[in-house]
């Protein structure tokens, strides 16, 4: 008798995180990519821009790789494909307007022209790579197109459910494919991962129609503008929001960049319905009267640069807030984001408007699964093994209590870390093994060249300032013929403090003496002293320890 | 006819924020100052420690500042004291644990010596200051001997609501006098101050006593070590640990600094029973069985010091997570610290406790009266003035929809910003002015000598690290006799970036060159284009902007 037949299934990101998604899946000579996203740092991660999975695993195997396939177009499942692209030229496989917003970000990279880019249709012909065979199936998610995939290789299938909540009354009409995932489970199922993100909420997520009834009920009170803010992806959302402001007689305008690009690649794939007229230049609102006007706007997380924001701040070229106007925060704050919110709301109430927004009214609801959707996924899928993702610990904490009630044995539940290498077959299923894996930290045009030493010197000089302390000395370093002078930044206010930095321009001088008396030569042991001088008397001087920088030059 | 005399009512902080109270009120020669509260800073205050009001008004006024009058002993109430007492040597006027607070404060800052402190009683003989008496009237808040103030003027009575909740069921009995309450109302009040902070809730705000009933079903589950974390100052939360400890058989430790001083303090003076034998020392619950020991921890915030923080990063010195812990974290996060305490769940998660938190279980209730108890005190006192404080904008903006739903007209709820002078008397109330304010930082030993130039320069440092570039010119400045020398910090990983630093030397010296063959002298222009051509360089290079430091130094 010969052992079956396995399968790995190795998550690069997205597993005791939010954010990064990127899992492989390798059968034999065969590797999978699923999703390849970003996350995005967090107030630690000074001066970073994104952060994307360390991919070197792939690197090192990439003749095995037959192709990245995802499941939808958000950033936290497609956004690192410029950085992986570049390095690991495969093909990419997703539904219509996942590729197409793929095509538009890779556009703005540069990389569209050597990209070869797929689109798949859930419910018919399957992606066929390698031994491994990938199929699209329907779920409903906070952005249109998105889908649990079911990856069939002759050890077995592994089901992953993507981003997913079952929404009974979705807006495009589209349910999740409940008749495919059962049917896969009446086959058997080697695995599934899951999305955890909402383990800890009890009973089943409202349906996005919801938050079109809220708007409806906004819309009947609003006398002058109605401003409504959402994620620029949430396409269902803006689709509500163009059909409640056509019943009232309201035309829409759009203000902030990627929901503008978004509602045009959506409406060109056909994932949007504008009926004629109904959109209008944010030029042109204007000139219409106030109770005729709808503007849709990026900045519901109260990011520095997006649109609302600014409009909140006064900073808007087009758009003043003002008495009369309804802002909707169609949105809830993603962790990390609830002070940037916060004031966003302070401010636009500060400008007269009447502010709507979550606590207050239902006017979001989320994109993933609660507790019992999750339990219909597994009921339906029915896995030998389950593999919580997309949560972090306690997500994933919660996730094993769901298993529990459902009377799934803990050991048939895997967690894996990231990096970790989960081999299933159909007779057991285990983590064997850990591979190379990450975060990569992306700050301006440098992919990893910011590491943790970068980050601990920014976070030391984000609290303390610097101090700078130049000497000269002679070529024989037996005395200095210029300095100590003083440079700060961030430390103290200068103009104020002339007396201390004179102060610690004596203490300075004097150590500087002293290493001419002992004729110390060794700049290491200079640099020490001043360092420790000048630390010593800040501290007791002022209770701060800015970072002390001397530079020694020689003539 | 005479005018009708008037008061004046000055926030100096606490008003369109939530922290750093502080309140002027001014009849005639007399001024009496209620609460004098930190801030603690969010999260653009790099570096700052405490966040305080500006007293200056107070200072060109102390001749008539009578003291300082406080509603309960909380942070944001009292912990500006050790600040302001120094400039402004007045008495201090509070209920017993309150006082007891105080001194204990101003005893870490050695300023109890000097320091006039005097216990009042509510509902016994006022405090007559000047011409204003003042009154404390019990209420409810998440620390005990929390009151209202009446505040007696000639001109009529103004009521200060301090921070409350009508707990009808209070652990220690005692209710919100709702009798004195109303009696003033009957009398007539002038203006009424109230805490907005949950104006936004609908309904009633539980009573403390759930959060026993909570601990309970906890208690009667675990199997090992129960840890709750909760504000040190809660001692209402604590007492009810303490006693459903003793019925479970338990003992109870105390980790966390803060923590010990509030319980010892409040043991001393009264308001906490602790059952003799019930706390035993944190070193000896090492030899008690699991199931019979109760640790209280702070860290409830996620604060990297604080003991529960360091217990969940396995940071602590004598306590070990482990399976078969239960953790409840027995607070909610305030706005800004939601990431540190998610992480603080998942590492305890990781490490295999059972954490149990808002969201999974009531095991946290709030201090402030929601909008049917801000309602009750409105018409028990029927203010002919109402002044919101404690909430940032939409708080306020929420609270006057509660004054609107009561039937109060707009221009009878006046929403001061810091620094605003209210003026009411029994014919009319308005903002009639504006005095010196605002917010003073705090960093190390520092009071005021950081500001926002400062700050900028650090967010900067924090962004983008620094670049020193020292050159050393002849007297004369016709040559550079060294360098240029490029040293950084927080920008790129060094020993991995000899070639963009050596590239970026060689850019640096053609400048030089070229200065010194146009004869440029003037130290402004050279230091202006080694930014520039640096500047220009490292952004087309790297993406990124590091702050570019030239140091000259002339021998």
Known sequence: MTAAPTVSLIPLGGTREIGKNMTAVEYGDDIVIIDAGVAFPDEELLGIDLVVPDIDYLLENQERVRGIVLTHGHEDHIGALPYVLPRLSVPVYGTKLTI???????????LNKQAKLNVVVPGEAPAKLGQITVEWIRTNHSIPDGCALAIHTPAGVIVHSGDFKIDLTPVDGRQTDMSRLSALGDQGVLALFCDATNAERPGYTSSEKVVGETFDRIFEKAEGRVLIATFA???HRIQQAIDVAVRYGRKVAIAGRSMRENVAVSEELGYLRVPKGALVELEEVGHLPDNKVVLLTTGSQGEPMAALTRMATNDHRQVQIRRGDTVVISATPIPGNESLVGRTIDNLFRLGAEVI?????????????SREEIKLMINMVRPRYLVPFHGEYRHLAAFLKIAEELG?????????????????????GAITGHVQSGSVFI???GIGDVGHIVLRDRLSLATNGVLVVVVVMDKQREKFLSGP???????????ESEALLESAKKQASAVLKEIEEKKITEWSVIKLKIQETL????????????NILPIIIEI
Chains 1, 2 share one sequence.
């Open 408 to 428: 799934i044995k803990r050991e048939n539940v895997l967690i894996p870390d990231i990096g970790d290498r989960i081999e299933v077959s159909r007779e057991k």
């Open 357 to 369: 927004y979550k606590g207050v009214a239902q006017v979001h609801v989320s994109g993933h699964a």
């Open 233 to 235: 992806s949430n396409i």
């Open 535 to 546: 630390g010593a008397y800040f501290d007791a001087v002022t209770g701060r320890r800015p």
């Open 485 to 495: 002078d003083i440079i700060t930044r961030g430390f103290v206010y200068v103009r």
């Open 100 to 110: 197409g917003l793929v095509r538009k970000k890779l556009e703005e990279h540069r």
């Open 443 to 445: 700050d301006g045009l």
